[in-house]
């Protein structure tokens, strides 16, 4: 592959909304019929760096490259690499570069999968820098709302818990933003807003409105997709903050039952207290079909990436 035409996603604005369209659609058509692209990546392989803890993110790429028929090396804990040793992320790639095809990183500072691309010869997938960008993530939630809801426009979509540091939340917002959603409902404390970076952004370039509140009960009639978040305890320098906000929102039935009944409850997952288990049962509830919906729109953009011809 030359280096010169090799393509890296880092954020979701590295794809224009056309492109976003192809992966979430041949996605689609990946989840409806997986066994025409059993071998589309044969003889490929992904190279999975993970400098931090993850479940879905890592073992939905895998599966995603094992269900295209390809292989997979790489850590899952970088103190069982060379990374324990005080190797960079630039020698890393180096190396990783002549032993992979393509490769996706996640890692807790922000820009590390950023300064990757800049030294690989391979494409390489963001998955998860810090609290800052999360584009896989993205893709999984806009298939989900295409599936669930048949357009990506048009909804009123809440995003609650945390919203400072919820790399997810972050990504998808400013890529709804560009699919022209005009309006979103911030449900957050105080502690845990959106960053006014981001704010000022989705208001000056987006013509965006936010509409602030502090408790789903009081905006939940209003809302067709409502995207719920954890507070993340491995964002916070002080313990004592996290214990004190760690149970600000709790979703549950009594709360749903004052919902629209189309509604749809998303969340990147993993759950620890903010959405009761009675709501699993609840049609509304997509979260766990969204994760599995991950697997195949990951398959769609290693194809992507690859530039394999997976047109049948």
Request: hydrophobic share 35%; aromatic share 8%; charged share 25%.
């Amino acid at each position: 592959m030359n280096k010169q035409t090799i393509r890296h996603l880092i954020e979701p604005e590295d794809f224009t909304i056309e492109e976003l369209n192809e992966v979430v659609a041949l996605g689609k058509k990946m989840y409806e019929a997986p066994e025409k692209y059993k071998e589309a990546c044969k003889g490929k392989i992904l190279a999975t760096l993970f400098y931090e803890p993850s479940t879905r993110t890592r073992f939905s790429f895998e599966t995603a490259m094992l269900r295209l028929g390809g292989s997979i090396i790489g850590f899952s804990d970088a103190n069982t690499s060379s990374v324990s040793k005080g190797e960079s992320i630039a020698d890393t790639i180096r190396c990783m570069s002549a032993y992979a095809d393509i490769a996706v990183m996640r890692h807790p500072k922000e820009g590390a999968p950023k300064l990757a691309s800049h030294y690989a010869s391979i494409p390489i997938i963001n998955g998860g820098d810090g609290g800052h960008q999360h584009p896989t993530q993205t893709l999984t939630d806009l298939l989900t709302i295409k599936m669930y809801k048949d357009t990506i426009e048009g909804h009123n979509v809440a995003f609650c818990g945390d919203l400072k540091f919820g790399r997810t939340v972050h990504s998808l917002i400013r890529t709804l933003a560009r699919y022209n959603t005009k309006k979103f409902i911030l449900i957050s404390p105080e502690e845990l807003t959106l960053p006014d970076t981001l704010k000022r952004t989705l208001k000056e370039d987006f013509h965006v409105e936010l509409q602030e509140a502090r408790y789903i009960e009081d905006v939940i009639s209003q809302i067709d997709i409502l995207y719920m978040t954890r507070i993340q305890r491995e964002r916070f320098f002080n313990e004592a903050d996290y214990a004190r906000l760690k149970d600000s929102y709790l979703l549950n039935q009594s709360k749903l039952s004052h919902a629209k009944k189309d509604m749809i409850v998303m969340h990147p997952l993993p759950r620890v207290n903010e959405i009761a288990y009675d709501v699993d049962d609840d049609p509304r509830g997509v979260y766990f079909k969204q994760a599995e919906l991950g697997v195949y729109v990951r398959m769609a953009l290693i194809t992507k990436l690859l530039g394999v011809d997976v047109s049948c």
